[in-house]
């Protein structure tokens, strides 16, 4: 059977005839150095006799150091360190200056006698604050470039128990450090496979801060984990099986709708994308209950585990990343894990439908007509923008099932955004003002920033001008993200926030910030959408 794996879980389940599995779970101050121009390429960051291979399984510490024009200012961890090494450190810096610049680490030794190596990163200039113009808190982003260098720099040393100067900003500390150490090694030989790098905080037991950021970061290395899977193994029931396994212990109510049952609630529009693979498409509802009798925010995901286009075939080069088309199924399974591990006091329900998009003779056809799950009908002019009918299904239904307070999906809908933004941002399209306000709020926190785009009517006749039909999947503009963002809103009722992820969370390319690996799936937004449901529960932007 198809639903075999499911089975092989340790929990048990309740198999409804042809419906559904269920499952209920509940330097002294400052150090004067000259200004001075050196070419970066091939210098070796090691400030010592010993080869990088010397270290071995040590540990490592990640100390912050301020710029202040042409000086230096070691943050009060360094600062300590400094005066019990009789001042090496900042003997360190005076070597060092010229190269010594933000998301720069050196590793020194000698420093310390219960520290193998120490990783001395840049942390920019000091408490910058919010950049109106850049729309970030350089304060916390300056951290995690910092911190994410100096981990970075310490494991390829070796060093596996890693001690992080916090430099006042614990919870980014923690993100940093999380993101910064992860490697994607599900496929290499057991002897061949770096060991985890322990982190934590330096100075004292960890703070709260430190505790969230590490939550926030792993659950980001999660939706990385999910995403980076070849298709081949992270299938649609794979998939579900990993929100079943990772979810259902944290208290979150875990579904897992068949194929029958999604043909009874006559959801066409996601049918229509799931028939031309052989692999099963499922229906993943995800239920957190932690905020009283207050409606939930509905969270609705792109689940499509792999992406030809269809017919509508993409170039080869193009589907290279596209096991990551489900980056928003991951992002949203991810935000739900943060939120569930730090008991935020919130309702929030999830509907992700999951399938892949591939040819063969039974696949949707261009010119296909669908009606959606409210009655609309949907021309299919092109099938690789198989997202947005997935969407109007799973928004309807939602809806109707959770009477939510408010929308928000999350998809990689449009290459359009990747054109737009370059991977700086995702786009977010919004009927509410508040709305955009509390998630550009969460953008600038956690350094996922968020961009947003119009929604007008402009857009919205651009899709409605065939008279034979009521929507059309493509349309006739070429504005493809406020395009796709005109299309759902004709399925959503209430306040919402659409999140165009493509060019954030797939693959990790040479403007991603440093601390994610070039060429790895990125997991982003999670911190961003967590961060947000977050804010959400202690305000009134969710009830």
């Given at each position: 059977m198809a639903f075999a794996k499911l089975f092989s879980s340790g929990y048990v389940f309740y198999l409804e005839r042809n419906f559904s599995k269920i499952l209920t779970r509940s330097c002294s101050g400052k150090t004067n150095v000259p200004v001075c121009d050196k070419n970066e390429e091939g210098k070796d960051n090691t400030?010592?006799?010993?080869?990088?291979?010397?270290?071995?399984?040590?540990?490592?510490?990640v100390l912050g150091v301020y710029e202040d024009g042409d000086q230096?200012?070691?943050?009060?961890?360094?600062?300590?360190?400094?005066?019990?090494?009789?001042?090496?450190?900042?003997?360190?810096?005076?070597?060092?200056?010229?190269?010594?610049?933000l998301g720069k680490a050196f590793v020194v030794t000698d420093v310390a006698p219960d520290v193998s190596c120490v990783a001395l990163a840049c942390l920019g200039k000091k408490a910058p604050g919010y950049n109106h113009l850049e729309d970030i808190d350089e304060t916390n982003e300056n951290v995690r470039v910092g911190v994410g260098a100096g981990v970075r720099a310490l494991a390829a040393r070796g060093a596996r128990d890693v001690t992080v100067d916090a430099a006042g900003q614990p919870r980014a500390a923690a993100e940093a450090a999380h993101l910064a150490a992860w490697n994607f090694q599900e496929f290499k030989s057991l002897e061949t496979r770096k060991p985890e790098v322990k982190l934590s905080q330096y100075g004292s037991e960890p703070s709260?801060?430190?505790?969230?950021?590490?939550?926030?970061?792993?659950?980001?290395?999660?939706?990385?984990?999910?995403?980076?899977?070849?298709?081949?193994?992270?299938?649609?029931?794979?998939?579900?099986?990993?929100?079943?396994?990772v979810l259902c212990p944290l208290g979150v109510q875990v579904t897992v709708r068949e194929r029958d049952w999604i043909e009874a609630q006559k959801m066409e529009a996601f049918l229509a994308v799931a028939k031309g693979s052989c692999e099963q498409a499922v229906l993943l509802q995800c239920d957190y209950r932690a905020g009283g009798d207050t409606p939930p925010v509905l969270l609705a995901a792109k689940g499509v585990t792999f992406d030809s286009g269809g017919l509508c075939?993409?170039?080869?080069?193009?589907?290279?990343?596209?096991?990551?088309?489900?980056?928003?199924?991951?992002?949203?399974?991810?935000?739900?894990?943060?939120?569930?591990?730090?008991?935020v006091p919130i309702n929030v329900s999830a509907v992700i439908p999951?399938?892949?998009?591939?040819?063969?003779?039974?696949?949707?056809?261009?010119?296909?007509?669908?009606?959606?799950?409210?009655?609309?009908?949907?021309?299919?002019?092109?099938?690789d923008m198989e997202g947005r009918?997935?969407?109007?299904?799973?928004?309807?239904?939602?809806?109707?099932?959770?009477?939510?307070?408010?929308?928000?999906?999350?998809?990689?809908?449009?290459?359009?955004?990747?054109?737009?933004?370059?991977?700086?941002?995702?786009?977010?399209?919004s009927n509410s003002e508040p709305l955009w306000r509390a998630l550009r709020r969460a953008g600038a926190r956690t350094g996922d920033r968020a961009w947003r785009l119009p929604l007008w009517d402009y857009y919205q006749r651009q899709i409605?001008?065939?008279?034979?039909?009521?929507?059309?999947?493509?349309?006739?503009?070429?504005?493809?993200?406020?395009?796709?963002?005109?299309?759902?809103?004709?399925?959503?009722?209430?306040?919402w926030l659409h999140m165009d992820i493509t060019g954030v969370g797939k693959l990790s390319h040479a403007p991603a910030p440093p601390y994610l690996h070039p060429y790895?799936?990125?997991?982003?937004?999670t911190r961003t959408l967590a961060t947000f449901l977050m804010n959400a529960a202690e305000s009134k932007d969710c009830k």
């Open positions: 400030v010592s006799g010993e080869s990088p291979s010397g270290i071995g399984k040590k540990n490592g510490l230096f200012q070691l943050t009060p961890a360094a600062e300590e360190v400094n005066q019990k090494s009789g001042g090496k450190l900042c003997k360190y810096l005076n070597e060092l200056s010229c190269e010594m610049k709260d801060e430190w505790t969230l950021g590490s939550i926030l970061g792993r659950s980001q290395n999660w939706a990385r984990f999910l995403s980076d899977m070849p298709a081949n193994s992270m299938t649609p029931i794979g998939l579900a099986q990993e929100a079943l396994d075939l993409k170039k080869a080069h193009e589907m290279k990343e596209n096991r990551g088309s489900m980056a928003g199924a991951a992002v949203v399974l991810a935000a739900i894990r943060a939120i569930a591990l730090a008991k999951l399938c892949e998009n591939m040819v063969s003779g039974q696949c949707m056809k261009v010119g296909d007509v669908v009606t959606a799950l409210n009655g609309l009908s949907l021309q299919i002019e092109d099938t009918l997935m969407l109007a299904d799973a928004l309807v239904l939602g809806q109707v099932l959770h009477k939510p307070s408010l929308v928000i999906d999350v998809a990689t809908l449009t290459h359009g955004v990747l054109l737009a933004t370059g991977g700086g941002a995702f786009g977010c399209f409605q001008n065939d008279p034979a039909v009521d929507l059309r999947n493509r349309g006739s503009g070429t504005a493809t993200p406020c395009i796709g963002a005109a299309f759902l809103k004709n399925f959503v009722c209430c306040d790895r799936m990125t997991g982003r937004p």
